[in-house]
């Protein structure tokens, strides 16, 4: 059972893997269209075509390998500047320019003079190429916001889930209570498990930050409702002054620092919490942020991640992982000891997150990326209107083709990056708790 499972996990999310390639494709297959330029292919993989229709001019098709797709669209490159666009040096890097120019064309015909990418006004061309990564990004706040407000997220609530006994600080590694620690002003005020406190010093609370927050600024003298049983209780209590975890300004402990600040001593319940449209806004905020911050730090982790592939290192969990990984990783969720719509979520929060990665790397100011055409695109906007100010003579279309030296430089760093990401997800792979 746990074979079939792990399976069917890999399975859906390779299906999940397609859809989303797909719909990145589409977002550029039919904002190219809509400015009239035309695409001979749309292409979901690489590698060996295994199924392809042609409709109109398109050709529609899937490839052996599920790694990515394209469209492949006409004139993505201007000629040089003698009108031609075939190759005419023996200089290596010059051969990589024009054979991109070459490929371009390759497929133009009568009439396409009117209906190439390079002739569109930069803000189409940047709006055609940000279709892709958009709709990478739709479709990640779409499941996120679906998971957060239908289902929820692990949240602290205002629910006892344990009273502590006496008075320890939290800088101090130890749970057991000592003849010298107070009691702790929640025992004191005959607070129990499974209380709901819903009010305190008389104001109502609705979540444990707010509570949390209340408590921390109060020492001395306070009431706190409970719910007990559906009975309301008021409860006296005297808080304390102890030493506890800090937290950031978005309300989050910081590891292993501590301040001084009033003192209940009780653990909250975690339950699973449907989220409100701003709760889950800000969490996919956060989660964006997060994202942002997993870009940046990629080169950082590459020593680690080459231990972990060749050496005992140890796979950190916030390792990069690629599709290899994120496929182990659905076929173990699958296989939890969990509520069937928590593994669902889980599965599905893969998925965003997998949207949300594809939206960032893509917007990177890069080519062969997205974010490379689209820099070429404004840097072009910039030439020209600075000239029209100046009124100096227009520079013409910017020629992409121009860094294809580049591309190639950074797409054999992104793939030497995959093979080390693909063999330590095999060799060392993350694993989910």
């Given at each position: 059972?746990?074979?079939?499972?792990?399976?069917?996990?890999?399975?859906?999310?390779?299906?999940?893997?397609?859809?989303?390639?797909?719909?990145?494709?589409?977002?550029?297959?039919?904002?190219?269209?809509?400015?009239?330029?035309?695409?001979?292919?749309?292409?979901?993989?690489?590698?060996?075509?295994?199924?392809?229709?042609?409709?109109?001019?398109?050709?529609?098709?899937?490839?052996?390998?599920?790694?990515?797709?394209?469209?492949?669209?006409?004139?993505?490159?201007?000629?040089?500047?003698?009108?031609?666009?075939?190759?005419?040096?023996?200089?290596?890097?010059?051969?990589?320019?024009?054979?991109?120019?070459?490929?371009?064309?390759?497929?133009?015909?009568?009439?396409?003079?009117?209906?190439?990418?390079?002739?569109?006004?930069?803000?189409?061309?940047?709006?055609?190429?940000?279709?892709?990564?958009?709709?990478?990004?739709?479709?990640?706040?779409?499941?996120?916001?679906?998971?957060?407000?239908?289902?929820?997220?692990?949240?602290?609530t205002t629910q006892v889930a344990g009273v502590q006994q006496c008075v320890i600080p939290q800088s101090e590694e130890r749970s057991t209570c000592t003849s010298t620690d107070p009691e702790s002003p929640a025992a004191a005020a005959g607070l129990l498990k499974d209380d709901r406190i819903v009010a305190f010093d008389g104001v109502p609370v609705s979540d444990w930050g707010d509570l949390s927050n209340r408590i921390r600024e109060t020492i001395g003298?306070?009431?706190?409702?409970?719910?007990?049983?559906?009975?309301?209780?008021?409860?006296?209590?005297?808080?304390?002054?102890?030493?506890?975890?800090?937290?950031?300004?978005?309300?989050?402990?910081?590891?292993?620092?501590?301040?001084?600040?009033?003192?209940?001593?009780?653990?909250?319940?975690?339950?699973?919490?449907?989220?409100?449209?701003?709760?889950?806004?800000?969490?996919?905020?956060?989660?964006?942020?997060?994202?942002?911050?997993?870009?940046?730090?990629?080169?950082?982790?590459?020593?680690?991640?080459?231990?972990?592939?060749?050496?005992?290192?140890?796979?950190?969990?916030?390792?990069?992982?690629?599709?290899v990984g994120a496929a182990r990783i659905s076929g173990e969720v699958l296989n939890l000891d969990a509520p069937t719509q928590n593994i669902v979520a889980t599965f599905m929060m893969l998925l965003a997150g997998f949207n949300l990665s594809l939206f960032l790397f893509n917007m990177l100011p890069l080519l062969p990326l997205d974010g490379g055409h689209i820099a070429g695109a404004l840097w072009e906007s910039l030439r020209r209107n600075l000239a029209?100010?100046?009124?100096?003579?227009?520079?013409?279309?910017?020629?992409?083709?121009?860094?294809?030296?580049?591309?190639?430089?950074?797409?054999?760093?992104?793939?030497?990056?995959?093979?080390?990401?693909?063999?330590?997800?095999?060799?060392?792979?993350?694993?989910?708790?």
């Amino acid at each position: 059972m746990t074979i079939l499972l792990t399976v069917l996990g890999i399975a859906l999310f390779a299906v999940g893997l397609l859809f989303s390639i797909a719909w990145h494709e589409l977002g550029h297959l039919s904002t190219a269209k809509l400015f009239g330029i035309r695409v001979p292919q749309y292409m979901v993989g690489f590698g060996p075509t295994i199924w392809s229709r042609h409709k109109g001019e398109t050709e529609y098709g899937i490839k052996a390998i599920p790694a990515g797709g394209y469209i492949r669209m006409i004139g993505m490159f201007p000629p040089g500047p003698d009108g031609r666009v075939e190759a005419r040096s023996t200089s290596p890097w010059r051969g990589m320019i024009e054979d991109a120019r070459t490929a371009a064309f390759e497929e133009l015909r009568p009439g396409d003079e009117t209906r190439l990418f390079y002739t569109r006004k930069p803000w189409k061309r940047v709006i055609v190429m940000f279709a892709g990564p958009f709709m990478n990004l739709v479709l990640a706040v779409a499941i996120f916001l679906g998971v957060s407000m239908s289902f929820g997220f692990a949240t602290q609530t205002t629910q006892v889930a344990g009273v502590q006994q006496c008075v320890i600080p939290q800088s101090e590694e130890r749970s057991t209570c000592t003849s010298t620690d107070p009691e702790s002003p929640a025992a004191a005020a005959g607070l129990l498990k499974d209380d709901r406190i819903v009010a305190f010093d008389g104001v109502p609370v609705s979540d444990w930050g707010d509570l949390s927050n209340r408590i921390r600024e109060t020492i001395g003298p306070a009431t706190i409702t409970v719910d007990r049983g559906g009975e309301e209780k008021v409860l006296q209590a005297t808080l304390l002054k102890n030493m506890v975890a800090k937290k950031d300004a978005d309300g989050q402990v910081v590891p292993g620092e501590f301040v001084p600040a009033g003192y209940l001593g009780f653990a909250a319940r975690t339950e699973i919490v449907p989220q409100t449209f701003g709760q889950s806004m800000d969490r996919m905020g956060d989660m964006f942020e997060n994202g942002v911050q997993a870009i940046v730090s990629l080169p950082a982790k590459v020593p680690d991640l080459w231990s972990a592939a060749f050496s005992d290192g140890e796979r950190k969990d916030d390792s990069p992982v690629g599709v290899v990984g994120a496929a182990r990783i659905s076929g173990e969720v699958l296989n939890l000891d969990a509520p069937t719509q928590n593994i669902v979520a889980t599965f599905m929060m893969l998925l965003a997150g997998f949207n949300l990665s594809l939206f960032l790397f893509n917007m990177l100011p890069l080519l062969p990326l997205d974010g490379g055409h689209i820099a070429g695109a404004l840097w072009e906007s910039l030439r020209r209107n600075l000239a029209r100010l100046f009124r100096r003579p227009d520079p013409g279309p910017f020629d992409v083709a121009k860094l294809m030296p580049v591309a190639y430089v950074v797409a054999g760093i992104f793939i030497c990056f995959t093979l080390l990401v693909l063999v330590a997800d095999i060799v060392n792979p993350v694993k989910i708790s």
